[in-house]
């Protein structure tokens, strides 16, 4: 082989060998550059992330509904002890709960953690309160230390639990909110956390003569709510008391102006402690008044009347020519309420009267098709839109699927699911002219150098507002003459219907068990308020008329003294 030919040779290996160094510079500079770099600061940084103030929520009146607070977390400097762990957990104990008969299981706690091997920095309680760290300061152990961090609290304990939510953790340990205000904003509540830098020496021990590189955390903005606090804390008062009174397994009430969707008051009993959350079972985290459902029974008919009168199948004055007694669809049978009958009776008499017979009537003139239509617009089997963290939404059933007793039943409020929110949207839309509105809790939110309004959510025109009106003095007539007639304030103008319905319990209803509700705006012309309130299997009797109605007459004469409304 000549020389030539050798350093053409030589000259290609190198040639290959360049191109091929080039290449393995350019993957590790360029295309793994940024993994390389973070890997080489990760070997003499440390990081830690730094939490933002969370936001506070707070009633209409400025007052807290939940708010933030210094807590320390408790920590152990295992090298710095020099008491026996025993000893050190039986000191600090006490501090760490709230019962005496959990101190035992507290301090076996303590001691599993500080017998750790390997360990250096051992945390041993989270977000103790002011008083309990200063107690444990006093008694000067050495090694035990604490770091600041935030707690949430909740100055009313259980009222408005359900509308609050909660702040727990995730499984990563971070702070995050469930249900209620806390879960539904809990992205804006939290802000966004900031982050601290610091060189460390080759154990990964931070350099405490190096500077740090911090950036601060952006606080959560500020929740401020349409709650009245003052008709928060006497509609739970109230709804406990009415439970007990009538012996109630379970109640809700829910205060709005039908004009702005703006919700004043909203409570449901069983309740829970959201600053104990971890206290109680899962099952008393779901707030009633947006996810559970019920057959809503006699109130559903001011809806479907609405629906009838404005599809113009019917007129007030119109009457029923198959009221004189019970009603036969297919192989049922269809009764009044109290087995009494009127023939020809109007539309205005079948709902004072509550007449299930009449509005099997008008829901036969009004037919599966535009009765589906009205109750959709109406926000039947949807969301309402609500700003909580959990709401559900019972589907109606699909249009093609209704059948005569369908239409027949769902006309009295039977064989169809509704949540409380949804009957106050719905018949709000009904105080408030003939348009539907979003229920709303939150009013504002307020940063650190600014404020933003939410305006309402004025949805469509549902009904005409002459339906409207005509529907309000039905039930004004209804809250004066119907069942629940001796429960009515002489001289105050209210538009209310009553509500008894049986539980559908393993496919067929339960002949004692009943849900009762009295739904009602005043004045009724324009009305301050409007006020849904439901007991769950009243004892004392099984009627609305005889405990819902006069539970919401006890509620409105304190309503009619805070909006100064005068009689008539």
């Known amino acids: 082989m000549g020389i030539g030919i050798r350093f053409k040779i030589l000259g290609l290996f190198f040639l290959l060998a360049f191109l091929a160094l080039i290449a393995r510079l350019f993957f590790w500079q360029i295309l793994k550059g940024k993994v390389l770099s973070a890997q080489a600061r990760g070997q003499y940084e440390v990081g830690t992330t730094l939490s933002a103030p969370r936001g506070n929520i707070f009633a209409s009146d400025g007052s807290w509904l939940a708010a933030r607070e210094s807590g320390w977390l408790v920590f152990a400097s295992l090298p710095e002890l020099k008491e026996d762990g025993g000893e050190i957990a039986e000191s600090l104990a006490p501090f760490f709960v709230e019962k005496e008969d959990e101190v035992a299981s507290e301090v076996d706690k303590i001691k599993g953690l500080l017998s750790k091997d390997g360990a250096v920095w051992i945390p041993l309680k989270h977000k103790i309160s002011e008083g309990a760290k200063k107690n444990i300061e006093a008694l000067g152990i050495a090694g035990i230390g604490f770091e600041e961090e935030e707690m949430r609290t909740y100055p009313e304990a259980s009222a408005a639990a359900h509308l609050l939510g909660f702040v727990g953790k995730t499984k990563e340990g971070q702070d995050t909110g469930y249900f209620g205000l806390e879960g539904y904003y809990d992205l804006a509540l939290s802000g966004k956390p900031g982050y ?3 060189e460390a020496d080759a154990s990964g021990t931070p350099i405490l003569l190096e500077e740090d590189r911090e950036v601060s955390g952006i606080p ?3 929740l401020i709510t349409h709650i009245d606090k003052g008709l928060q804390m006497l509609v739970e008062k109230r709804l406990k008391e009415g439970i007990e009174k009538y012996g109630a397994t379970a109640g809700s009430i829910i205060i709005s102006d039908p004009t702005s969707g703006a919700i004043y ?29 019920f057959e809503p029974g006699s109130i559903f008919k ?25 009603l036969s669809v297919d192989k049922y049978t269809i009764e009044t309420w109290n087995r009494q009958y009127r023939a020809d009776s109007t539309m205005l008499d079948v709902i004072v009267y509550s007449d299930n017979v009449g509005m099997a009537y008008v829901g036969q003139r009004l037919g599966a098709d535009k009765m589906y239509e009205y109750l959709d617009n109406f926000g039947i089997g949807k969301l309402t839109g609500i700003d909580l963290q959990g709401e559900g939404a019972p589907k109606l059933r699909d249009k093609e699927k209704w059948n005569v007793v369908d239409v027949a039943v769902a006309s009295f409020g039977q064989g169809v699911a509704v949540t409380p929110i949804q009957m106050v949207k719905a018949v709000g839309a009904i105080a408030n002219k003939g348009v539907v509105v979003t229920p709303q809790i939150v009013d504002r939110l307020k940063g650190t ?4 309004d939410i305006k ?14 005509e529907v309000t003095a039905m039930m004004v007539e209804a809250a004066k003459k119907g069942e629940a007639k001796w429960t009515h304030l002489r001289g105050f103008s209210v ?9 559908p319990i393993s496919g067929h209803y ?20 409007l006020m849904l309130v439901t007991l769950r299997e009243p004892q004392s009797s099984p009627w609305a008329s005889e405990t819902a109605a006069p539970l919401w007459y006890q509620i409105a004469k304190d309503l009619f003294l805070y909006f100064g409304i005068q009689p008539e």
Do not use: H
């Not at 971890?278 to 459902?293: L, Q, T």
């Not at 150098?449 to 933003?452: I, K, L």
């Open 302 to 326: 001011v809806l479907v009347m609405a629906a009838a009168l404005d599809a113009g199948v019917v007129e007030p004055d119109t009457k029923c020519d198959i009221c004189g007694g019970p």
């Open 510 to 529: 339960d002949t004692e068990k009943t849900i009762a509700s009295f739904i009602g705006f005043a004045p009724a012309d324009e009305p301050k308020f």
């Open 456 to 469: 309402p959510d004025m949805g469509r025109r549902v009904i005409s507002k002459e339906v409207a009106a």
């Open 449 to 452: 150098s600014w404020e933003e």
């Open 495 to 503: 538009a209310g219907k009553t509500g008894t319905a049986q539980i």
């Open 196 to 198: 601290k830098t610091q």
């Open 220 to 222: 959560g903005v500020d």
């Open 265 to 293: 008051a909203s409570t449901s009993y069983p309740a829970y402690d959201p600053g104990k959350y971890f206290e109680f079972g899962n099952e008393f985290f779901k707030d009633p008044v947006i996810s559970e459902a």
